[in-house]
């Protein structure tokens, strides 16, 4: 009962049944209500009238068939009540009866007197009307299920505007982009729409102008890098060596951006079946012929994804190579957990910094830029390796271990 839709509903419901039943009640208040005290005078004089002539004539009773006989039982409590007013009625006129309302075992009512000191006279008294209270309730059940429905209709149309958003942000693709909304309804969810997809066409357009800004400049820096570099081939011996390594570095760089370039504007084409676990034996293999320690703990379940060859050995291969290179080496275990397929790489490094950890993901950040001498490179690795796995439906997360290290933790949809 939290969203706008039940509230709105909620409310409509309350306030058209609230306003049926108060009139159902002013209705049965005000029009049906009976005149107590008429209908007491009526019988009353019937009382006075039916008395006298018995008194004056007892053999009456058996002419105009008028039963008679000894003082009835008890009265309830409704009925007794509705006696005492015949009495009032009567007293008002100068008359002390006594006079009972009795109801025999087939819910039969009469009135009894006594017209003479110890003589009773019975005539019919007529039962209240059938009871309201059923068909009334029968009503403001078929209303209140009217007004529900109603009211679920209205709520519904009323906020469908704020659904859409709603599904619109919730199917946000890793691209962080807004997907097309079909233009189509009434003129509020139509225009929410088009704003919609005008938002969508905004960010589109922003961000691959972003992408051909990062490309360019990775492009446009080689032709005077390389420029620079023949120059530094007339510099004397002890410079050139410098000059050589930091266009060697921007080079490097320059390349890393391209790249993350490509892997952000790839699409899902080209994806087949690929076992992980032969997957990582490569990569480990790969490493191995460069003098890296990487070593794959054998398994037993296949662990087989859909995802795109190339760009998951890439990932892969950057979160290897950094397990290796700053933790020492890299032990990795491939397990198959129901529809998942899990990657856990380890390594016995220094780890993490706790208040960094949330910024190791960001283009171009070294943990320690004390190490780029020793060991070389821009920065993207881990950028890269999770935009490639997001984009393959995974997640990526790193944590320290409580004995020392790192662990990385990969998950993709298994096959």
Same mark, same amino acid.
């Given at each position: 009962?939290?969203?706008?839709?039940?509230?709105?509903?909620?409310?409509?419901?309350?306030?058209?049944?609230?306003?049926?039943?108060?009139?159902?009640?002013?209705?049965?208040?005000?029009?049906?209500?009976?005149?107590?005290?008429?209908?007491?005078?009526?019988?009353?004089?019937?009382?006075?009238?039916?008395?006298?002539?018995?008194?004056?004539?007892?053999?009456?009773?058996?002419?105009?068939?008028?039963?008679?006989?000894?003082?009835?039982?008890?009265?309830?409590?409704?009925?007794?009540?509705?006696?005492?007013?015949?009495?009032?009625?009567?007293?008002?006129?100068?008359?002390?009866?006594?006079? =009972?309302?009795?109801?025999?075992?087939?819910?039969?009512?009469?009135?009894?007197?006594?017209?003479?000191?110890?003589?009773?006279?019975?005539?019919?008294?007529?039962?209240?009307?059938?009871?309201?209270?059923?068909?009334?309730?029968?009503?403001?059940?078929?209303?209140?299920?009217?007004?529900?429905?109603?009211?679920?209709?209205?709520?519904?149309?009323?906020?469908?505007?704020?659904?859409?958003?709603?599904?619109?942000?919730?199917?946000?693709?890793?691209?962080?982009?807004?997907?097309?909304?079909?233009? /189509?309804?009434?003129?509020?969810?139509?225009?929410?729409?088009?704003? =919609?997809?005008?938002?969508?066409?905004?960010?589109?357009?922003?961000?691959?102008?972003?992408?051909?800004?990062?490309?360019?400049?990775?492009?446009?820096?080689?032709?005077?890098?390389?420029?620079? /570099?023949?120059?530094?081939?007339?510099?004397?011996?002890?410079?050139?060596?410098?000059?050589?390594?930091? =266009?060697?570095? =921007?080079?490097?760089?320059?390349?890393?951006?391209?790249?993350?370039?490509?892997?952000?504007?790839?699409?899902?084409?080209?994806?087949?079946?690929?076992?992980?676990?032969?997957?990582?034996?490569?990569?480990?293999?790969?490493?191995?012929?460069?003098?890296?320690?990487?070593?794959?703990?054998?398994?037993?379940?296949?662990?087989?994804?859909?995802?795109?060859?190339?760009?998951?050995?890439?990932?892969?291969?950057?979160?290897?190579?950094?397990?290796?290179?700053?933790?020492?080496?890299?032990?990795?275990?491939?397990?198959?957990?129901?529809?998942?397929?899990?990657?856990?790489?380890?390594?016995?490094?220094?780890?993490?910094?706790?208040?960094?950890?949330?910024?190791?993901?960001?283009?171009?950040?070294?943990?320690?830029?004390?190490?780029?001498?020793?060991?070389?490179?821009?920065?993207?690795?881990?950028?890269?390796?999770?935009?490639?796995?997001?984009?393959?439906?995974?997640?990526?997360?790193?944590?320290?271990?409580?004995?020392?290290?790192?662990?990385?933790?990969?998950?993709?949809?298994?096959?």
């Amino acid at each position: 009962m939290t969203s706008i839709r039940s509230r709105l509903a909620l409310l409509l419901t309350v306030a058209i049944v609230g306003v049926v039943v108060l009139a159902a009640l002013v209705s049965w208040w005000v029009l049906e209500r009976p005149d107590r005290r008429s209908f007491a005078n009526s019988f009353a004089e019937e009382v006075r009238i039916v008395s006298q002539v018995l008194r004056d004539d007892p053999a009456a009773a058996q002419r105009y068939g008028i039963a008679t006989g000894p003082r009835p039982g008890t009265e309830d409590g409704e009925l007794a009540r509705e006696a005492r007013g015949i009495q009032r009625s009567l007293g008002g006129q100068g008359i002390d009866m006594p006079v =009972l309302i009795v109801e025999d075992g087939s819910g039969r009512r009469r009135m009894a007197f006594e017209y003479r000191p110890g003589a009773w006279a019975f005539l019919a008294y007529p039962s209240p009307p059938p009871s309201a209270r059923a068909p009334l309730i029968f009503y403001l059940g078929v209303v209140t299920l009217g007004a529900l429905a109603i009211a679920l209709i209205a709520a519904t149309m009323m906020t469908r505007p704020l659904r859409m958003l709603d599904e619109a942000v919730s199917a946000v693709g890793q691209d962080g982009l807004l997907p097309h909304v079909a233009e /189509r309804g009434p003129v509020e969810v139509r225009a929410t729409a088009i704003a =919609l997809n005008r938002l969508s066409g905004r960010l589109r357009s922003a961000v691959e102008s972003r992408m051909r800004l990062v490309a360019a400049a990775g492009h446009d820096l080689r032709t005077p890098m390389t420029r620079m /570099r023949l120059r530094a081939e007339f510099l004397p011996e002890e410079e050139r060596e410098t000059w050589l390594r930091d =266009l060697e570095e =921007l080079d490097r760089i320059a390349d890393s951006a391209i790249r993350l370039v490509r892997e952000e504007v790839a699409g899902a084409q080209g994806r087949e079946p690929v076992d992980l676990r032969a997957l990582t034996r490569d990569i480990a293999a790969e490493l191995g012929e460069i003098g890296r320690t990487a070593t794959v703990v054998p398994g037993r379940e296949p662990a087989t994804v859909t995802t795109r060859p190339l760009a998951i050995k890439r990932a892969l291969r950057n979160l290897l190579d950094n397990a290796a290179l700053h933790g020492g080496g890299a032990e990795v275990h491939v397990e198959r957990m129901g529809d998942t397929v899990l990657i856990r790489i380890l390594d016995g490094g220094p780890g993490i910094p706790e208040d960094l950890m949330a910024r190791v993901f960001e283009p171009f950040f070294r943990v320690d830029p004390g190490r780029r001498k020793s060991n070389p490179g821009a920065g993207l690795g881990l950028a890269i390796a999770r935009e490639i796995i997001e984009q393959e439906g995974g997640t990526l997360a790193l944590a320290n271990r409580p004995e020392g290290g790192l662990e990385q933790r990969v998950t993709l949809p298994a096959a």
